[in-house]
């Protein structure tokens, strides 16, 4: 009995001493937040200090601010979107998510009662705000105006468009191949509601593939799979000889005849395109997706790659997730290279270096494979297109390299550029395709330049811009394809503009016909859209 009376007086001062030290670790904080110049209330649970350092309730300051908040209880995860920006951070993780970017926490986010608790200090600075902290304990956060981070709240395919409304439901609406449900049999118009659970979209912008981030971190494909960029250990294959297309690609790029046989393309052997969603990975924070490859960077930072040809920049032909490299914050994918940015701000390049991709001269005239090179530094956004590529610094400037055939890099030259040469400044956004390129500007001005194939179908105008051309204002995201171009405007609203053909990828219920003029088949120019029309009043922000 004493043994008992003992071991039950042992239990309860390791007991009160556990509490003594959490009451030493993570005490009540007489911090005062101020958001935009009006104090925050905490009700229920205000700011602690947990180890030298102070932590804030997430939901008010995000709520403050404008974002929405969900809690996900079986992640034991936040989700916080708003501005084009989705936010993931994980209770007791060390670092934060910002559209697929992972940066690090100065302390991990805490749960008390039923409150989460962060070092906002830490958060906000990436999303664009200013942050300071006095003596007197008054925590102020003010807006900045720049909104760092690519949008994947929508995207922008060949074929198809897809968008997120604010509950996280992903519609779709397009060509009937790229809406991923087995009773789409037709090409749809008009927004089609496809999955639920869904915070980021990703649209393949001169192929037919595309994917999609559940709230559990689930990452789903589906579309072509001819060379295995589904990722799901399967890819289509044909009964002609494949390497022939690769042959007349190299042709076309140097100039040289090359005969090319398409009747291969329609003898299919394995049918093994996938017209429903797939689920190939866990744990995924943001995706690029090429013509033949996809790309994927899990929550701890890793790279992964599949799909591809022989001749690729990972020299594989994977048809599963293979690991590439680590400390990876943001990936965008062109036709033969590929750009990575890393949690330090440096970008690196590798693959092919047609036109300059890569920014040396080396393997200029073959394919060559350049292995990884860091080329800039104090970047913070990314854009590889087809033999371009953009980069901003944390600064807002705008810098581009690559191929300016068509005047895609907006320096008014149709000269390429092997190094990164600046273009403009106060950017905080940039979308790319294969000869064009928009920005966002510090104050909302949507502008592009290049080839308008994917903008403005106006006969009016000679078809390319040297320099910046003005599109709309108050213009909050932007993402371009091969054929259209979509923008969210700062009321959420979703916008989308250019060519329409038989699919249907504007989305405002109508379809370009096809009609026979002069000798030969055109796209109608009836239901194309030379300037942007709403698709969408609301959609996740």
């Known amino acids: 009995m004493k043994r008992i009376k003992k071991i039950i ?5 390791a007991l009160i001493l556990a509490l003594s030290l959490g009451a030493a670790m993570a005490s009540e904080s007489d911090t005062n937040v101020i958001v935009n110049g009006m104090p925050l209330e905490f009700p229920g649970q205000g700011p602690i200090v947990s180890s030298g350092h102070t932590l804030i309730p997430a939901r008010a300051v995000f709520e403050a601010l404008g974002y929405n908040i969900m ?8 989700i916080a979107y708003g501005y084009a920006q989705i936010i993931i951070i994980d209770i007791g993780g060390n670092y ?25 200090y830490s958060i906000l600075p990436r999303l664009g705000f200013t942050v300071s902290h006095d003596i007197n304990g008054i925590f102020t956060v003010s807006d900045s105006g720049i ?5 994947f709240t929508f995207a922008a395919g060949r074929s198809a468009s897809f968008a997120i409304d604010p509950s996280g439901n992903l519609h779709g609406w397009g060509h009937h191949s790229m809406l991923p449900t087995p009773d789409i049999t037709e090409n749809h118009p008009y ?9 980021a979209v990703y649209a393949n912008a001169q192929g037919d593939h595309a994917a999609a981030i559940t709230a559990d971190g689930g990452l789903w494909l589906w579309g072509r799979n001819n060379a295995g960029q589904i990722g799901d250990g399967t890819r289509t294959t044909y009964s002609g000889y494949h390497e022939d297309f690769l042959n007349y690609i190299a042709g076309d790029f140097y100039g040289t005849d090359v005969e090319f046989d398409e009747s291969w393309l329609n003898q299919v052997q394995e049918d093994n395109d996938r017209h429903t969603p797939v689920r190939v990975m866990d744990n995924v924070a943001s995706v690029a997706l090429g013509t033949w490859h996809s790309m994927a960077i899990k929550t701890d930072g890793s790279l992964w790659v599949w799909g591809g040809h022989d001749f690729h920049y990972h020299n594989a032909r994977s048809t599963s997730p293979v690991h590439v490299m680590d400390d990876v914050i943001a990936v965008s994918a062109g036709l033969f290279h590929t750009l990575a940015l890393r949690s330090n701000g440096e970008l690196w390049v590798w693959g092919i270096n047609f036109a300059g991709v890569i920014t040396q001269e080396t393997a200029r005239n073959n ?12 970047i913070i956004t990314i854009s590889a297109a087809t033999f371009h590529s953009m980069a901003i610094t944390s600064s807002g400037e705008l810098w581009g390299w690559g191929e300016n055939n068509w005047g895609q890099l907006g320096d008014n030259t149709w000269q390429h550029r092997h190094f990164p040469i600046h273009i403009m400044d106060n950017v905080v956004s940039v979308a790319t395709y294969a000869y064009g390129t928009m920005v966002i500007t510090k104050d909302g001005r949507l502008l592009e330049w290049g080839e ?18 003005l599109i709309m204002e108050s213009a909050l995201a932007v993402d371009m394809s091969y054929t259209h171009s979509m923008a969210i405007q700062k009321d959420g609203s979703l916008w989308a503009w250019g060519g329409n053909n038989v699919s249907g990828q504007i989305g405002d219920g109508t379809i370009s016909d096809i009609i026979y003029v002069n000798g030969r088949w055109e796209w109608s120019p009836d239901n194309r859209r030379p300037y942007p029309v709403m698709v969408m009043n609301e959609v996740l922000r």
């Open 367 to 378: 394919f060559e494979h350049i292995p990884p090179m860091k080329v800039m530094e104090d």
């Open 71 to 78: 809690w996900e209880e079986s992640a034991q995860r936040v």
């Open 452 to 469: 308008q194939l994917a903008s403005n179908y106006d006969e009016e105008r000679d078809g390319h811009l040297l320099a910046p051309r």
């Open 147 to 151: 909104r760092p981070g690519m949008p």
């Open 96 to 120: 934060f998510i910002v559209n697929g970017a992972s940066h690090p926490l100065e302390h991990p986010a805490q749960l008390i009662g039923n409150r989460a608790l962060m070092p906002m």
């Open 191 to 199: 927004p089609t509601p496809l999955m639920e659970n869904v915070i």
């Open 9 to 13: 007086l042992l239990a309860s001062m």
